[in-house]
């Protein structure tokens, strides 16, 4: 999940370290938050099978879900030799400097609250399952695990520039709510798609959103909206598309686009590679 830090968060930050990670304190969830945990996991798994990409699939069944909210340091010796990777505990959102030092080294902040059973079917802030369920499958994904540490890294450059605006369309299109082509149809990997209850199906078979192809340069210049579905979702041919994407500098890349009009969420452009056209969205030049 993205969003600004802002100071009326609901995490706890009065014990953070300077990195801003906490400890999990996985012996204080309660057995309600357990079971919350379960029925949020069964909600999504059987949507997953239907419209998640075999990597995700794949890993998801190996991490032991129905067991309750899994404790970190179990899952790190697995995502370690898997990929080098690590998950730390956090408060909650992270300033995003921090946040793509973490990425630059490997390290995937992880939210250690959970909703409240009313916020069963939809949160504004991300938390432990949003984190969990819908990113660290992907980061078992070699050429994904590389990807975002490239992302991370490619942040404090951004940072340096001033265009961390441009470059987190990218995480939000690709990383939250990326779809990916296989021989099966349209499929996702994006958490904030794959940790939703409703917009798991409604990305593939809604005919209202756009599904256009990869572009780097184009997502980097398109609005998203962080509280509805999405207008337009990017699909990707394989993950070495978007890996690939971000191995130029991307500074001259920043140079042309600043100052540009940005594109509505909603806008397909003439030179889109259009996988579907939305019922809704307004034609651009
Ligand atoms: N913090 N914990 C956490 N998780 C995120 O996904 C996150 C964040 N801070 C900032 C952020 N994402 C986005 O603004 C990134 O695009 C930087
Ligand atoms: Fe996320």
């Known amino acids: 999940m993205t969003g600004e830090t802002n100071h009326d968060l609901r995490g706890d930050y009065s014990r953070i370290r300077p990195d801003y990670t906490v400890d999990q304190e996985w012996e204080r969830y309660t057995p309600e938050q357990h079971e919350l945990w379960k029925r949020l996991f069964l ?14 699939i794949g890993t998801m069944d190996t991490l032991g879900y129905l067991e309750g909210i899994p404790r970190f ?8 030799a898997a990929t080098r990777w690590k998950l730390v505990a956090v408060p909650g959102l992270v300033p995003d400097l921090v946040f793509f030092e973490h990425l630059a080294n490997r390290r995937f902040p992880v939210t250690v609250w959970i ?6 079917d939809y949160i504004v802030e991300p938390d432990i399952f949003h984190d969990f369920f819908g990113h660290v499958p992907m980061l078992f994904n070699p050429v994904f695990a590389d990807y975002m540490q490239a992302y991370g890294r490619g942040g404090l450059k951004a940072h340096a520039l001033g265009a961390i605006e441009m470059l987190s369309r990218l995480y939000w299109y690709t990383v939250e709510f990326g779809l990916i082509d296989t021989p099966a ?9 794959l940790s939703s209850g409703g917009e798991i199906s409604y990305c593939i078979d809604s005919p209202d959103p756009n599904r256009i192809g990869f572009d780097l340069l184009r997502i980097m210049q398109t609005r998203y909206k962080i509280d509805t579905y999405q207008e337009t979702y990017f699909v990707i041919r394989d993950f070495d598309e978007l890996f690939e994407a971000t191995e130029p500098d991307f500074t001259p890349y920043y140079d042309m686009l600043r100052g540009r009009e940005p594109y509505a969420p909603s806008a397909v452009l003439a030179t889109d590679r259009v996988y579907h056209r939305g019922l809704s969205p307004v034609r651009v030049a």
Do not use: M, T, W
Request: charged share 30%.
């Open 43 to 56: 909600r999504q798994q059987s949507l997953v099978a239907r419209y998640a990409c075999d990597e995700f």
């Open 115 to 120: 909703r409240e059973p009313h916020e069963f």
């Open 185 to 193: 149809g349209l499929k996702s990997y994006g958490a904030g798609i």
């Open 73 to 80: 340091d179990a899952i790190n010796e697995k995502l370690a």
